[in-house]
């Protein structure tokens, strides 16, 4: 079965700069890579995808790029703020990575 | 984005007692349902997978007979943790998936069900 490995863990930056996450997975059969957002408490939400038809994606400060050949896909936060600090988890398809956790230091 | 409704959001029931969870898509037909058990500071589990109408395709680990999951109608999937006990105590959380294109869906997320088994 797809697996899915995320990293860093934990990522603190200070608020303005740019934040990088990166996800591997296995399954080349795999489309589908959603990112979600999720808050203290809260369900996760999806902020961005990208379909295996597309290299980049982007929507405001939140873009993701995708390498089918090489089984990876990354997720950029450009200009962070404070209300970025959340756990961030990449999926294929239906598997989840492990999340990192997002620090924006003001 | 399309509406999920999960209940209830917050359940606590004795140990060895039952309980359902129901999964609802609001405005769309879920094609395929998952449900998802998360531990605290921890990633999203995949449980099973449930297609309208079929048997769900539980994970490997995951025991089909204590965690029964129905999937009825395209907007409507339940979980029932029967015979709870305290180790089943956790954050679950089901997610409805459309299909936009051939081969991709859309998956959104319910709110979540804190279960404790006391």
């Known amino acids: 079965g797809e697996n899915v490995e995320q990293h860093p863990s934990t990522l603190s930056v200070q608020e303005g700069d740019s934040a990088v996450i990166k996800c591997t997975y296995s399954d080349s059969a795999s489309n589908y890579f959603p990112w979600y957002k999720q808050e203290l408490g809260k369900r996760p939400q999806l902020i961005i995808d990208i379909r295996s038809n597309v290299g980049e994606k982007k929507d405001q400060r939140i873009a993701v790029t995708l390498n089918k050949t090489a089984k990876h896909f990354s997720l950029h936060i450009t200009e962070t703020q404070p209300e970025d600090s959340a756990v961030y988890f990449c999926?294929?398809?239906?598997?989840f990575g492990p999340g990192t956790r997002l620090s924006v230091l003001p | 984005g399309a509406v999920v409704s999960q209940h209830p959001s917050r359940v606590i029931c004795k140990s060895g007692t039952s309980v359902k969870i129901e999964c609802r898509s609001l405005d769309f037909q879920a094609t395929t349902m998952f449900w998802y058990r998360q531990f605290p500071k921890q990633s999203l589990m995949l449980m099973a997978t449930?297609?309208?109408?079929?048997?769900?395709?539980?994970e490997q680990g995951v025991e089909k007979d204590k965690f029964l999951i129905n999937h009825a109608s395209l907007t409507l999937s339940t979980l029932t943790v029967t015979s709870a006990h305290p180790e089943d105590s956790s954050f679950y959380i089901c997610?409805?998936?459309?299909?936009?294109?051939?081969?991709?869906?859309?998956?959104?997320f319910g709110q979540g069900t804190r279960l404790t088994v006391v």
């Open positions: 997610s409805a998936a459309r299909v936009l294109l051939i081969l991709t869906t859309e998956a959104f």
């Open positions: 999926a294929a398809s239906s598997v």
């Open positions: 449930s297609n309208e109408g079929s048997k769900a395709t539980y």
